[in-house]
């Protein structure tokens, strides 16, 4: 029944690893994103997908690269991780191409600490 | 840059107060303005949304006033609860934006 998962919950590592973050929906929606939750709780917009093309990447690092096989998943993968990429990830779809005016469902976060 | 500025920061309410959260914007092309509810450990929810061609949208005891010349609006939390406790963000977008402009998020925490 979720309709926005993500794996994993919790992702503990080292500076200087890679990890991937992954994301399924299963709205039917055409649009997923990733946003960045910081300590003090402002949610970024990093990446949107619309039906598995790029549409939004905002000044992101390119060690954070999204991949979105399908309409239903879009992942993301961290090269290199730094400390100050310790943050919550949130993944999010919407309907209407991404465009303004639709509700976005955000799956459940994962928390990423970076030692 | 922060398109959507919201304020207080954080606000403390006895149960049954009224808890009011507001937002200024400066781009004239938003026509939509959600606000999200977000309670600890889990991701934010649509809670409630308006578009500027109505004044006022009330769900329960929630209530956008929204406020086009001055451009600004806010939430009301009437009656507030316990279960009220959470980050209110707002938001806007454009009808051709791809993304929405959250604001900076207020915590409510309310007092049994």
């Known amino acids: 029944d979720t309709a926005v998962s993500q794996t994993p919950k919790y992702l503990v590592t080292q500076m200087g690893n890679d990890k991937s973050i992954k994301c399924e929906q299963n709205l039917g929606h055409d649009t997923m994103y990733w946003y960045k939750q910081d300590s003090k709780k402002f949610l970024k917009i990093m990446f949107s997908?619309?039906?598995?093309?790029?549409?939004i990447n905002e000044t992101v690092p390119n060690r954070f690269s999204p991949k979105s096989p399908d309409k239903a998943h879009l992942n993301l993968h961290i090269n290199s991780l730094e400390l100050g990429d310790s943050a919550v990830y949130f993944c999010?779809?919407?309907?209407?191409?991404?465009?303004?005016?639709?509700?976005?469902?955000f799956g459940p976060g994962t928390r990423l600490t970076v030692l | 840059q922060q398109q959507v500025k919201q304020s207080p920061q954080s606000l403390i309410v006895q149960k049954g107060g009224i808890s009011i959260i507001n937002c200024a914007y400066e781009?004239?092309?938003?026509?939509?303005f959600p606000w999200y509810q977000q309670f600890p450990g889990k991701g934010p929810a649509l809670l409630i949304a308006i578009r500027p061609d109505v004044s006022e949208k009330k769900e329960g005891r929630f209530t956008i006033s929204f406020n086009k010349s001055a451009k600004q609006f806010s939430l009301h939390i009437m009656d507030s609860q316990p279960g009220d406790s959470a980050t209110y963000f707002c938001a806007a977008s454009t009808a051709n934006d791809y993304k929405l402009s959250f604001g900076a998020g207020t915590t409510v925490t309310v007092r049994a």
């Open positions: 781009n004239t092309a938003f026509d939509y």
């Open positions: 999010a779809s919407s309907q209407g191409g991404g465009r303004g005016g639709y509700e976005q469902f």
């Open positions: 997908y619309n039906n598995k093309e790029l549409i």
